[in-house]
Nanobody
Framework: QVQLVESGGASVQAGGSLRLSCVAS????????MGWFRQVPGKEREGVAV???????IYADSLEGRFTISKEDFKDILYLQMNSLKPEDTGMYFC??????????????????WGQGTQVTVSL
């Protein structure tokens, strides 16, 4: 069974850091496109970062270099390192998987498998 499970979300002060993890079962993060998305009530799900099977990553412009997406290939774990967090980073963060080797972009519609989400709250 293919499954994605996120963890690592928490409440943190502005300027702090968090590392989100996504454990994949029955799916190879090494071979295929994986991504992180975030959503707040009343808004569309926003692509944060994606990484392809070859290791190339695409980031949302709004991140300003503060986040890093990475993979631990042999353990099938996807990470999102978040530094210098801002209140606008608050949201439910979702791990997602495509079935393509290369990531086409940050569009949520390309991703077919989703985790349950982990909440990130950044306070002033």
């Amino acid at each position: 069974q293919v499954q994605l499970v996120e963890s690592g979300g928490a409440s943190v002060q502005a300027g702090g850091s968090l590392r989100l993890s996504c454990v994949a079962s029955g799916y190879s993060v090494n071979k295929f496109c994986m991504g992180w998305f975030r959503q707040v009530p009343g808004k569309e799900r926003e692509g944060v970062a994606v990484i392809g099977g070859g290791g190339s990553a695409i980031y949302a412009d709004s991140l300003e270099g503060r986040f890093t997406i990475s993979k631990e290939d042999f353990k099938d774990i996807l990470y999102l390192q978040m530094n210098s967090l801002k209140p606008e980073d608050t949201g439910m963060y979702f791990c997602a998987a495509d079935y393509s080797t290369w990531c086409a972009g940050l569009q949520a519609s390309h991703f077919k498998l989703w985790g349950q989400g982990t909440q990130v709250t950044v306070s002033l």
